[in-house]
């Protein structure tokens, strides 16, 4: 299945003229234990989880566009960093699912690349994720849709991130805090997911925050996300 391009964010084409529409990203914090490791926070007891505008979401080739205000020194100057990720689109209204069965709800996987305007998420906006995960095209998803038969058990996917050609991430989802399953089924305890809910089940350790010194996006950047089974989502970072 292929992802495209519509007036405000992206759709998976299902065919026969059938476009489903992108509607709702959560995002999941700390799903790796050496990402929380390498900021110095505590690993979560419980999904640690936030949301992202659907409107930032862009395709594969799309270019990733550093607005002004995150270059700004008065707003923390440079902070945009890249984060690996394994999303999971699901293809049917689903609530209180159980672990077991929860799987049943995904239409496919795709990679996912959760770019952050870190003092925007961190210090600007009262504590709050949404901002700094929400601005336009910060949410570069492909290449493509891949079904569950294809990828089989979503746990055991390798995940990596190149920088430039340089590996930054690198990774499996059998490292995941809350397995894909577990998160589906905590997310739609008493809530319904609908058809068209992205979600970006967190990244591995390796960002560039968390370097030193630290590592931030800029023009002229390629990052490329590579999923065992799923392909390569490649964007290249241009200056708004």
């Known amino acids: 299945m292929q992802l495209i391009k519509r007036d405000v964010g992206v759709g998976v084409d299902l065919g026969g003229g059938n476009i489903l529409p992108i509607v709702h990203i959560i995002g999941i914090g700390r799903n790796y234990a050496e990402h929380a490791k390498e900021q110095a926070a505590a690993v979560p007891e419980r999904p640690m989880i936030f949301t992202k505008n659907p409107a930032s979401a862009c395709l594969h080739g799309d270019a990733i566009v550093i ?7 008065r707003f923390g100057g440079e902070q945009v960093d890249f984060e690996a990720e394994l999303a999971v689109i699901i293809g049917r209204a689903v609530k209180d699912a159980t672990p077991e069965r929860a799987l049943e709800a995904v239409l496919g996987y795709t990679c ?3 770019v952050s305007a870190r003092w925007w998420q961190k210090q600007g906006s009262g504590g709050q994720f949404c901002r700094g995960k929400s ?5 570069p998803l492909g290449p493509r849709v891949v079904p569950p038969e294809a990828v089989g ?10 920088v430039n050609g340089e590996t930054m991430q690198d990774a499996s989802t059998a490292d995941m805090i809350f397995s894909v399953a577990t998160l589906i089924s905590d997310l739609s305890q008493g809530t319904t997911l609908g058809p068209g809910t992205v979600i970006m089940t967190g990244t591995p350790s390796g960002v560039g925050m968390a370097r030193t010194p630290p590592v931030w996006l800029k023009a002229g950047d390629v990052v490329e996300v590579e999923i065992e089974k799923i392909g390569v989502l490649r964007n290249e970072v ?3």
């Open 135 to 139: 601005f336009d095209t910060f949410c």
């Open 67 to 73: 607005p002004p205000i995150c270059r700004d020194e």
């Open 238 to 240: 241009v200056n708004g």
């Open 112 to 114: 996912g690349n959760d």
């Open 153 to 162: 058990d979503p746990q055991t996917l390798r995940v990596r991130c190149r």
